[in-house]
C-alpha cells in the first residue's frame, strides 16, 4: 500500500482549504461587471440558470461520491487492493449514469429548458446553438466529484484545493477572453467553459490514481456497489431535493420576473455563498476525521467548532450586511446596486446561518445518518415552494431573499437539534444573534457612506471575536494557530 500521511493537524487543513478557494472568489469579483459589462444582464443570466440546471442534474450521482468518501475514510488504513475496489467501482457506476443522463438531456432536456424559461430573438438562436456543449458537463462532473472525494478521504487537500481551484479560475477567465475575441455569445462561452472542465476532470483523475497507487484492479466490484447504494440513497433524496431548496428560487424568479431579475438575484447570491468559505472549509476538513471517530467524539468536536464558527462567520457576515451597498455600487454600478442591495443584505444574513449548518450536516453523514439529512429536506421542500412564490408574488426579489433565508435559518436550527448540539450552544449563541440583528438594524436605516460603512463593520467584527472568545476560550488559541500557519505558508511561499 501506499504510504499516504494521515491525520494531519486539521488547522492545517483548515488553512489549506479556506485559503485554497480566495483566488477563484478574488477573480469572480473583478470578472462578475466585465461579464455584465460585455455580455449584457439578460445573457449573464441564461448562462446562471445554465449553471444551475446543470448542479442539479448532478443528483444522478445517486450520492455515490458522497458515500465513496465516507467509505474511503473509514478505509483510511485498509489495503490499497480494498480502496482500489471502492474507488473504481464508483468512477464506472458514476461515468454510466452520466453517459445515460447525457443521452436523454440531448434528446428533450432543450426543449423542456427554452420552454420553462421562453427566450426570444438573436438569444433564443445562441441558446439553441450552444445547448449541445452543455450535455458533456454531466458526466464530467459526476466524475470530478468521485475524484475529489477520493482526495479528501486521504486529506490531500492542498491537491485537491489546487486543482479544484485551478479549474474554476480558468472556467472564469478563459470564456471572458473568448468573449472579447470571438464576441458575446452563448456559443463561445459554454463551450469554453465545457473543454476547461474536461482538462480538469482528466488532471484530477491522473491525480486520484497517482495517490491511490497501486491500483490492483480497473473491475467494478459488485459487493461494493451494493453497500455504496445502501448509503448514497438517502444522500441521493437530499442531493435531488438541496438542489431546489437551493437554487430553485431562481429558477422561479426567472420565469416570474425574467432573465435579467436572475441577474439581480444571483451576484448576490453568489456573493452570500462564497462568503461561506470557511464554513464549507471546516465542514469538508471535518468530514474524513468525523467518519472514523466514535460518535461521541464526533459531536463533541462539532459542537465546540459550530459555536466558534458562529461567531468567526459571523464577524464577516455581520460586518458584510453593512458595507455591501457601497460595495455593490462601487463593484457593479449603482443602477444594479439598487435592484440587489436588499437583497444582498437579507441573503447575508441567510448564508450565516447556513454555513453553521454545515457542520451538524457533515456530522450526520459522516457518521452514517444520511437518512436524517434526507428526512429533514423533504419536510422543509413543500412549505419553501409555497413560502417563494407567494414571497415573490408579493415583495419580487426582496421576497425570494427572505424565503431562502427563513428556510435555512430553520434548517440550522433542526440539523443542530439532530446533532445534539443545539442544547449546548443556544445561550452561548445568543450575542451573535443580538450581533447579526443590530448589524441588519444598521444597514436598513440610512445607507452609510463607504467610509462610514467600513468603520463600522470593523467595529461589528471587533464585536463578534471578542464575544467569541468569551463564549469559546479556545477560540482564541485556535486562531493563534491558523494565524501562525498561513504566515508561514505566506513566507513559503514568498522564498520559493
Known amino acids: 500500500m501506499t504510504s499516504v500521511p494521515m491525520g494531519r493537524p486539521l488547522s492545517r487543513n483548515l488553512v489549506v482549504n479556506v485559503v485554497g478557494p480566495l483566488l477563484p472568489m478574488v477573480v469572480s469579483f473583478v470578472t462578475v461587471p466585465l461579464y455584465i459589462h460585455a455580455i449584457g444582464a439578460a445573457r449573464y443570466g441564461v448562462v446562471t440558470l445554465t449553471w444551475i440546471l446543470l448542479g442539479y442534474l448532478g443528483v444522478l450521482d445517486f450520492g455515490l461520491s458522497r458515500a465513496a468518501a465516507n467509505a474511503l475514510g473509514r478505509l483510511a488504513h485498509a489495503s490499497s487492493r480494498e480502496r482500489s475496489s471502492v474507488l473504481i467501482t464508483t468512477l464506472y457506476l458514476n461515468l454510466l449514469f452520466g453517459l445515460t443522463a447525457s443521452a436523454v438531456f440531448y434528446a428533450i432536456g432543450g426543449a423542456l429548458l427554452w420552454r420553462w424559461f421562453p427566450l426570444s430573438g438573436e438569444l433564443a438562436h445562441e441558446a439553441v446553438a450552444a445547448f449541445p456543449w452543455m450535455v458533456p458537463m454531466l458526466p464530467l462532473g459526476l466524475l470530478s466529484g468521485v475524484a475529489i472525494g477520493a482526495l479528501d478521504s486521504r486529506e490531500r487537500f492542498l491537491l485537491a484545493t489546487t486543482l479544484n481551484s485551478c479549474g474554476v479560475v480558468l472556467g472564469l477567465v478563459l470564456p471572458l477572453v473568448s468573449v472579447m475575441i470571438f464576441g458575446p455569445s452563448l456559443t463561445v462561452i459554454i463551450p469554453a467553459v465545457m473543454l476547461v472542465r474536461l482538462g480538469v476532470v482528466l488532471a484530477m483523475l491522473t491525480a486520484v490514481f497517482w495517490v491511490e497507487r497501486p491500483i490492483h484492479s480497473f473491475a467494478p466490484d459488485f459487493v461494493w456497489a451494493r453497500k455504496l447504494f445502501g448509503y448514497g440513497a438517502w444522500v441521493s433524496v437530499s442531493s435531488v431535493i438541496s438542489p431546489i431548496l437551493d ?250
Request: net charge positive.
Open 247 to 496: 437554487t430553485f428560487d431562481q429558477m422561479i424568479i426567472g420565469r416570474m420576473l425574467g432573465a435579467a431579475a436572475v441577474a439581480h438575484y444571483a451576484v448576490p447570491m453568489n456573493l452570500a455563498i462564497r462568503s461561506q468559505v470557511l464554513a464549507q472549509a471546516l465542514a469538508r476538513t471535518l468530514f474524513p476525521r468525523l467518519s472514523r471517530e466514535t460518535i461521541e467524539t464526533g459531536r463533541h468536536l462539532t459542537g465546540r467548532a459550530a459555536l466558534s464558527l458562529i461567531y468567526v462567520f459571523g464577524a464577516i457576515c455581520g460586518p458584510a450586511i453593512v458595507v455591501i451597498g457601497p460595495f455593490l455600487d462601487l463593484w457593479v454600478g449603482r443602477e444594479f446596486a439598487e435592484a440587489s442591495t436588499l437583497v444582498a443584505q437579507i441573503l447575508l444574513f441567510g448564508a450565516w446561518m447556513n454555513g453553521v449548518a454545515l457542520l451538524p450536516y457533515s456530522q450526520l453523514q459522516a457518521q452514517g445518518r444520511p437518512n436524517v439529512t434526507a428526512h429533514l429536506h423533504m419536510v422543509e421542500i413543500v412549505p419553501f415552494l409555497l413560502c417563494l412564490w407567494l414571497l415573490i408574488e408579493h415583495a419580487g426579489l426582496p421576497g425570494a431573499a427572505l424565503a431562502w433565508t427563513l428556510r435555512v435559518g430553520a434548517d440550522c436550527l433542526a440539523l443542530l437539534w439532530f446533532a445534539r448540539s443545539l442544547h449546548g450552544m443556544a445561550l452561548r449563541a445568543l450575542p451573535a444573534v443580538g450581533l447579526m440583528l443590530l448589524s441588519f438594524a444598521i444597514a436598513a436605516g440610512q445607507q452609510p457612506a463607504p467610509i462610514s460603512a467600513l468603520a463600522l463593520g470593523s467595529v461589528l467584527g471587533i464585536a463578534f471575536l471578542a464575544f467569541g472568545i468569551m463564549m469559546e476560550p479556545k477560540l482564541g488559541d485556535t486562531g493563534k494557530a491558523i494565524a501562525e500557519r498561513m504566515l508561514r505558508l505566506s513566507l513559503k511561499r514568498m522564498a520559493s
